[in-house]
């Protein structure tokens, strides 16, 4: 069995990214095979409380436009990527990333492929962010488009065009708008993955009931109550990493659902989508 070198550097990253301790994310990444992704699950199994940081894999600067319909009943979230923070904050580029936004929102293809086809002067926007790339010198792409059709939808740009939120209510009312963004400021800091625990991948799911399983092992608990263990893991799962049953940032002896529901007993949220930089 060959051995892997594990580097200074991967353990650094490993550290930053979870906030586990040096040794214990060398062990992990050696028991890992130097792959990432398990050595956090590996952490995690050993019951290590990590503060995962949720960035994009791919650490792009650009900008992140994230824009709404008169009506407030589409909205539409664009990221226009490029290699470095000059290029991103130069004026030309901002503007740039405003006018495909604007396409977006008019258009509303329902997919990438679709707004990248989408006319731009006497050019297609694929075809007008190639030529940027001549321009600039740098790589530059649509890296991201996310769009939303609701009774109401609420936008909110963080950080500066760096991370961008939409979110759909279920119903429509000019005094939703401020919830609205409170809960859209809500997922900018929170990062949940869904609205709630229906949205969450039968996959992340089998995984959760893994490693709380292994977790429960590890504590010497009774085989036969393994699974009961980790389902009560998961839920806490699903209350920390989904949006309505989260704590409410601003009052955290609400919930998001229970926020909602003080403004109108029927409110809640249908969809929500985050594109954030790297």
């Known amino acids: 069995m060959s051995v892997v070198n594990i580097s200074a550097t991967d353990v650094k990253n490993l550290r930053e990214q979870t906030g586990a301790g040096m040794m214990d994310c060398k062990k992990a990444l ?65 503007e740039l990333t405003q006018k495909i936004a604007n396409i977006a929102l008019s258009s509303f293809p329902a997919d990438l492929a679709g707004l990248l086809e989408q006319p731009f002067d006497d050019i297609t926007i694929g075809q007008k962010v190639e030529e940027q790339v001549g321009v600039i010198g740098e790589k530059v792409e649509v890296a991201d488009y996310q769009r939303i059709e609701a009774p109401m939808v609420v936008s909110y740009i963080h950080m500066g065009n760096k991370a961008g939120v939409i979110v759909g209510l279920n119903k429509a009312d000019a005094n939703f708008e401020a919830p609205g963004k409170d809960i859209a400021m809500q997922i900018a800091a929170m990062k949940p993955i869904a609205v709630d625990e229906s949205g969450v991948s039968a996959d992340v799911i089998q995984k959760e009931i893994e490693i709380g399983k292994e977790i429960a092992r590890q504590e010497g608990k009774a085989e036969d109550m393994l699974e009961k263990i980790a389902v009560g893991k998961l839920n806490k799962f699903y209350k920390e990493n989904t949006l309505l049953p989260q704590a409410f940032v601003k009052d955290n002896k609400l919930s998001v659902a229970e926020y909602l529901k003080t403004f109108d007993k029927e409110l809640t949220v249908t969809d929500f989508k985050h594109v954030k930089l790297g």
């Open 30 to 94: 050696e028991e890992a095979g130097g792959d990432f992704e398990k050595a956090i699950e590996v952490l995690r199994k050993k019951g290590q409380k990590l503060s995962l940081k949720r960035a994009d894999r791919e650490a792009k600067e650009g900008v992140v436009i994230a824009l709404v319909s008169n009506d407030a009943t589409k909205g539409i979230v664009v990221r226009l990527s490029c290699e470095t923070d000059f290029v991103a904050k130069n004026e030309n580029f901002v």
